[in-house]
T-cell receptor, first 114, second 114 residues
Framework: DQQVKQNSPSLSVQEGRISILNCDYTNSMFDYFLWYKKYPAEGPTFLISISSIKDKNEDGRFTVFLNKSAKHLSLHIVPSQPGDSAVYFCAVSYSGAGSYQLTFGKGTKLSVIP | EAGVTQFPSHSVIEKGQTVTLRCDPISGHDNLYWYRRVMGKEIKFLLHFVKESKQDESGMPNNRFLAERTGGTYSTLKVQPAELEDSGVYFC????????????FGPGTRLLVL
C-alpha cells in the first residue's frame, strides 16, 4: 500500500516556463517533507524541505507548497532550465517514530526542453 | 567537506554468494540509514543507526541481511547468501541527530545477483 504517490511518471516543460511536480500522501502523521533530485547512476540529491508547521518554503528557483488538509505537496521550479532535467522524488517522514526514516514516492521524470 | 561515500559502486555476484557493502557517512553525522531501490519500484528504507546502535531495522527484508556500524563510523551491509531478488541499488544516507535533519545520500551500490 503506497503511502506516498507521485501520479505523474513524467513531465515535459519548455525552458523558462514553470515546472510543477505533485505528491500526495496518505498518513496525516507525516510532519516533514522533502524533495530530492536524482540523475542517472547517482544518489538522490537534497533539494528543499518543509515541515508541517509551514505551508511554503522557498529557495531560489525552487518553492515547495504544503497543503496539509489535502495531504498534498508540490514543487515549483521557476524558471525551468535544461539542467533541471532529472527524476524528482518526494519523501516524507514522521518525527514521532524516532527513526525519521524516509518514505519515497516512485518519482517523476522531468524533461526541460531547450 | 566529503559527502557520503559507498563502496563498491557495482557488484555482480552469483546466487548463493556473499556480498558486503560499505558506507562512510558525512563526518559528524550520528544517523546512518540504508535504503534499497529494486528496479521499477520506489526507494525503500532498510534500517537506521544512531551512532553504533540500531534504532530501527523494520525495513530489513529477512535474516540474510546483516548490518553493522562498529564504533559509530562507517557501516557495512552484508547479504548472505544472496538471492536473485536482492538485485537493486543500495543507498546509504546520513544526517545530524535532529528530527528534521536532512538526509544526504551516497551514490549507491548497484548489486546484480545472477
Amino acid at each position: 500500500d503506497q503511502q506516498v504517490k507521485q501520479n505523474s511518471p513524467s513531465l515535459s516543460v519548455q525552458e523558462g516556463r514553470i515546472s510543477i511536480l505533485n505528491c500526495d500522501y496518505t498518513n496525516s502523521m507525516f510532519d516533514y517533507f522533502l524533495w530530492y533530485k536524482k540523475y542517472p547512476a547517482e544518489g538522490p540529491t537534497f533539494l528543499i524541505s518543509i515541515s508541517s508547521i509551514k505551508d511554503k518554503n522557498e529557495d531560489g528557483r525552487f518553492t515547495v507548497f504544503l497543503n496539509k488538509s489535502a495531504k498534498h505537496l508540490s514543487l515549483h521550479i521557476v524558471p525551468s532550465q535544461p539542467g533541471d532535467s532529472a527524476v524528482y522524488f518526494c519523501a516524507v517522514s514522521y518525527s514521532g517514530a524516532g527513526s525519521y526514516q524516509l518514505t519515497f514516492g516512485k518519482g517523476t521524470k522531468l524533461s526541460v526542453i531547450p | 567537506e566529503a559527502g557520503v561515500t559507498q563502496f563498491p559502486s557495482h557488484s555482480v555476484i552469483e546466487k548463493g554468494q556473499t556480498v558486503t557493502l560499505r558506507c562512510d557517512p558525512i563526518s559528524g553525522h550520528d544517523n546512518l540509514y540504508w535504503y534499497r531501490r529494486v528496479m521499477g519500484k520506489e526507494i525503500k528504507f532498510l534500517l537506521h543507526f544512531v551512532k553504533e546502535s540500531k534504532q530501527d531495522e523494520s525495513g530489513m527484508p529477512n535474516n540474510r541481511f546483516l548490518a553493522e556500524r562498529t564504533g559509530g563510523t562507517y557501516s557495512t551491509l552484508k547479504v548472505q547468501p544472496a538471492e536473485l531478488e536482492d538485485s537493486g541499488v543500495y543507498f546509504c544516507a546520513s544526517s545530524l541527530r535532529l528530527a528534521t535533519a536532512t538526509q544526504y545520500f551516497g551514490p549507491g551500490t548497484r548489486l546484480l545477483v545472477l
